[in-house]
């Protein structure tokens, strides 16, 4: 159900980007894609790393019958991210505002994008929350069937009615899009999390922001490294670069749903495992998710990079030139699979720190190469930067694992246990 519905997601998230591509056109889309960025950025740090230890906390919290402070965690987790919301989206629109001459031709839509971080922020803590206490499927229709949806009919009825769709409108109608989801994510949420008991220890923000600031680092270098791209190519090409990169970034996106369908049940199940200390389990379960999940990565891959000329024809007849970008990703993101779920092990047991490090090796990869090979050739150069800095990250969480952990996760290591093994 879980891929069913991912792919689902994603399906409507590419309508979406054709629908905004041939609306906007190409400079204009590119002009909506930083802004949106930049207002994930944001959110992220809004998050404060919050919504990646929900799936942890709460799935250990309601492990060990302590549904009560799970739930008093959820609520202190949902204030401090509002708060941190409203304080940064402020900080937008004041900066859009004051640096408008500067900002141009992006001030206009960066301003909207300020209207786009409080429910972006609170949707994707509902998601963290509502995965930990293990209601996979509400964790994903709000943020990946109905928010896309919604956006998708918006978009419908403004090329219907012949109205001129500009940047600055697309984001205010994904705004409004995000805000509904995120009710449907709040109500969902409360239904999931199981009543509290008479009493519970209390939970103390005090604690609760130490304990999510190694995720806060490992949010802001995943969303950094997801972003990079799109900023360098903002910061040395034209807006017109930024337009043909995304649609084969959206492609990249189609590529990791056997990954992230299949991560959004193991996530917690590890975390479970591992705080029951069953460690033999979390190898076991590991090597059937590799395995798993290579095959089904391949197998979304190999399809798109064949068709990826016509895919992207799509977008619109210039688009089609970013078809090797597409053949990169393809090759990446399969490599990315047969290395394991690196990154979720690491955070799932409690090894955030170790994640963050190879991070941030994977990032300054992307930023250098970037810096170079964008001046160079544009989005193919970007594409390459993120590719690079991809395998370096996946090859440096894979030796952590083998060193921490005393299994390797690897396609290779999958192979070659006994088949009565797993």
Do not use: K
Request: proline share 5%; glycine share 10%; with cysteine.
């Amino acid at each position: 159900m879980s891929l069913v519905i991912r792919l689902a997601g994603l399906t409507l998230g590419f309508l979406q980007a054709i629908l905004c591509a041939r609306l906007l056109g190409v400079e204009g889309y590119g002009t909506f894609a930083l802004s949106l960025a930049v207002a994930q950025i944001a959110a992220t740090f809004a998050l404060l790393g919050l919504h990646n230890l929900a799936v942890c906390r709460v799935a250990e919290l309601l492990a060990n019958r302590a549904s009560s402070e799970a739930r008093r965690f959820a609520g202190r987790a949902l204030g401090i991210a509002t708060v941190a919301g409203l304080a940064l989206s402020g900080l937008l629109a004041i900066a859009a505002v004051a640096l408008a001459q500067w900002l141009e031709p992006y001030d206009a839509a960066l301003l909207a994008a300020a209207m786009l971080i409080v429910p972006v922020t609170l949707m994707l803590l509902l998601r963290g929350l509502t995965q930990g206490a293990g209601a996979i499927i509400g964790a994903q229709l709000p943020g990946d069937v109905l928010r896309p949806a919604l956006f998708c009919l918006a978009l419908l009825g403004v090329s219907a009615t012949g109205a001129m769709l500009t940047p600055t409108y697309a984001l205010l109608l994904l705004a409004a899009a995000f805000a509904v989801a995120a009710v449907v994510a709040a109500a969902w949420c409360r239904f999931a999390m199981p009543p509290g008991e008479a009493e519970a220890p209390a939970c103390s923000d005090f604690r609760l922001l130490p304990a999510a600031a190694p995720f806060l680092g490992l949010s802001l270098g995943t969303i950094a490294m997801a972003e990079a791209a799109t900023l360098l190519l903002a910061l040395f090409a034209e807006p017109s670069d930024v337009g043909i990169y995304q649609p084969a970034a959206r492609l990249l996106v189609l590529m990791t749903v056997p990954v992230q369908a299949a991560a959004m049940a193991f996530a917690p199940r590890v975390a479970e495992l591992n705080a029951r200390g069953e460690a033999e389990a979390v190898g076991a379960l590991t090597r059937r998710f590799t395995l798993a999940t290579t095959a089904g990565t391949t197998i979304v891959s190999l399809p798109i990079a064949l068709t990826a000329p016509w895919l992207l024809a799509l977008f619109g007849d210039e688009f089609a030139l970013a078809a090797p970008l597409v053949w990169i990703f393809a090759a990446t993101q399969i490599l990315n699979a047969a290395s394991g779920p690196v990154g979720y092990l690491m955070t799932m047991t409690g090894r955030p720190g170790s994640s963050l490090r190879a991070q941030i090796a994977g990032l300054a990869v992307i930023l250098a190469g970037g810096t170079v090979l964008v001046s160079l050739y544009g989005a193919g150069g970007a594409a390459l930067a993120t590719a690079l800095g991809i395998l370096v990250w996946n090859g440096a969480l894979l030796r952590v694992v083998r060193r921490e952990l005393g299994f390797d996760p690897s396609l290779v290591s999958a192979f070659r246990r006994p088949a009565g093994a797993a």
